[in-house]
């Protein structure tokens, strides 16, 4: 018998409370006052290792709920992918770092990068090449300097239906990259087959490079496979100088992590960039 427990209860209804106010949230999206959402975009710098300049950020969503304040994504993404509100958060995403990397390449004359996480939801949406190309037809930015990003296991999960579309967003020039690489069950015979240009290693593989020598033979991998098949590699979760050292000698070309910079709010980011580039 299932025995119903006082904690799932209230488990029911922190989810029921939580779809309520993301509802609410998404509802103010459409009122277009910037001061007013709850929603927000962190950017976290994306460093050429190389050359030690940023090279791009990544968009990480913040939700500033009223009175649980900051909700983590960890928490309210698979919620919100339940629901599928994920398909209206992820819209105004990505029209919203578009906007913010069209300020930027402006503003320091650079060719900067965006990268977006795309959810396995957003994918399923029958018009989601559509909307991308509605995004890059309204702001103009190259789409080569927009990188969507789609997990491991995501793309992994559907081998029949995520092959046409991923080539159909190449035809519009725009960046792909999997995430947390190493995590899923890559089928290597399928790797070939996706026009994908970046690998993004998994911070746990990162994280523990230099403690374990089985962990570094890993990341190697990684690396090797990355560029036998003519992509880039990004490692995430960089905490310490040790790990840099490491990757560069890898050939790994970009970093994430906090040893750079924690993911940073639109002033931040943009005092950041004025520090490093100027103006
Ligand atoms: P992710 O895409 O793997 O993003 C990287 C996460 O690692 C971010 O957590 C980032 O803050 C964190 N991180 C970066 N550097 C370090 C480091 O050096 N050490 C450690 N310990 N952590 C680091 P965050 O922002 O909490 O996001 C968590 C996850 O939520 C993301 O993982 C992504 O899967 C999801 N997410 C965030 N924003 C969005 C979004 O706009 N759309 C979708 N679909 N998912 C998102
Ligand atoms: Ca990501
Ligand atoms: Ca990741
Ligand atoms: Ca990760």
């Known amino acids: 018998p299932v025995v119903f427990e006082p904690n799932m209860y209230t488990h029911a ?4 409370q939580l779809d309520r106010d993301l509802r609410r949230a998404i509802a103010l999206i459409a009122k277009s006052n910037n001061e007013a959402q709850e929603f927000e975009l962190y ?5 050429c290792l190389k050359t030690s300049e940023i090279r791009g950020f990544e968009a990480l969503i913040r939700w500033n709920h009223p009175t649980r304040g900051l909700v983590s994504p960890a928490e309210f993404i698979p919620v919100a992918e339940e629901s599928r509100l994920i398909i209206a958060i992820g819209q105004w995403v990505l029209r919203t770092a578009c906007q913010q990397l069209r300020i930027w390449q402006r ?3 650079r060719s900067l990068t965006m990268s977006v996480n795309l959810s396995g939801i957003q994918l399923e949406q029958a018009n989601l090449v559509a909307q991308i190309e509605g995004v890059l037809g309204e702001i103009w930015i190259a789409p080569n300097t927009l990188k969507l990003e789609i997990t491991e296991s995501t793309i992994m999960r559907n081998t029949e239906s995520v092959p046409t579309l991923l080539d159909q967003i190449k035809q519009n020039k725009v960046l792909l990259a999997i995430d947390d690489f190493g995590t899923g069950y890559s089928s290597l015979s399928y790797l070939h087959r996706f026009p994908i240009d970046t690998l ?6 990162v994280s523990r490079m230099s ?5 570094l033979e890993i990341v190697r991998l990684i690396v090797t496979l990355a560029h036998t098949l003519g992509m880039d590699v990004t490692a995430e979760g960089v905490e310490n100088p040790e790990q840099i050292t490491l990757l560069k000698n890898l050939g790994c070309e970009y970093g994430q992590g906090y040893f750079f910079a924690k993911p940073l709010d639109k002033k931040a980011a943009t005092a950041l960039l004025e520090k490093k580039f100027g103006n």
Do not use: M, V
Not at 200 to 205: C, T
């Open 200 to 205: 993004k290693i998994d911070r746990s593989f």
């Open 211 to 215: 403690s374990d020598g089985e962990n």
């Open 107 to 109: 503003q320091f004359q």
């Open 13 to 16: 209804l922190y989810r029921l």
């Open 43 to 47: 950017y976290q710098p994306i460093i």
